[in-house]
């Protein structure tokens, strides 16, 4: 579990990092065997760092990468989702049985509620339980907090949880609660948290800019379903538009009810 260093500002991306960069999101409830399949095979020709699919179809992303020749994308799954309301037990047998199908990556959500009331420690043995099954196997374990739900001091409650947990990542959003990443949020979960963890930007982030303001605030990775579309710009604008800005330099992405 190599930790990725935040992009300084002033670096030049590659199209290949900007790759690198995304978690593409394939977690519609609607979404057929052979839609997901169909995605899998084109995300991975692409090379992007990850799919994040449904539990359900862990084994199903693992196989169809394996028929991508050279293809280094990974499988990550989500946990608890998208309310973060099962219990610590199904999170745990949930997370095994992803680990067992192939997922290299596991994104958690929170227990919203118990944050909200002000239970702290129920979320972090919460977190800290998968993080066990989860380093156990070697994979990183991000942790969704769900920060349009969610005041400033919920949301610095939440690092602390995550960070005592043993957290890998911090992570805005599911894409399924009415709002997305902004970047008063990341940099807020980037002073909050130890230099080790990384944060996740999710929801909102579907152009270059954005992708950009999220980097120079810390983010190492973007959860998105936007990928076309980003890597399509970041071809186009070429190394003179892929400059990391200084931070706080553009404006929050919008909310965003999806990814």
């Known amino acids: 579990m190599t930790r990725r260093p935040p992009f300084a500002p002033g670096s030049t991306l590659s199209v290949q990092d900007v790759a690198d960069l995304i978690d593409h999101a394939l977690l519609k409830p609607e979404l057929t065997p052979d839609e997901v399949a169909d995605s899998v095979r084109e995300l991975a020709a692409q090379r992007i760092w990850s799919v994040c699919v449904r539990p359900s179809d862990v084994a199903l992303a693992k196989a169809t990468i394996a028929e991508v020749e050279g293809s280094p994308t990974r499988v990550c799954t989500v946990i608890g989702f998208p309310h973060g309301t099962t219990s610590t037990a199904a999170k745990v047998a949930e997370s ?81 609660a009415g709002g997305g990443a902004t970047l008063a949020d990341v940099a807020l979960m980037r002073a909050n948290t130890p230099q080790q963890m990384e944060v996740k930007a999710s929801g909102g982030v579907r152009d270059i800019p954005t992708l950009l303001a999220m980097a120079a605030e810390g983010v190492t990775r973007i959860g998105t379903s936007s990928t076309a579309g980003l890597l399509a710009e970041a071809e186009q604008v070429g190394a003179a538009g892929l400059v990391v800005p200084e931070p706080g330099r553009t404006a929050d992405a919008a909310p965003s009810s999806t990814y």
């Not at 919460?126 to 969610?150: M, Y």
């Open 96 to 176: 095994r049985q992803a680990l067992a199908d192939g997922a290299t990556e596991l994104d958690m959500v929170l227990n919203i509620g118990r944050l909200r009331g002000g239970d702290v420690t129920a979320v972090r043995d919460d977190i800290a339980a998968v993080v066990e099954v989860g380093h156990a196997a070697g994979v990183i374990v991000k942790v969704i907090f769900e920060t349009a739900l969610l005041d400033e001091r919920a949301k610095i409650d939440a690092c602390r949880a995550s960070a005592d947990a043993g957290a890998d990542f911090t992570k805005t959003s599911t894409g399924f």
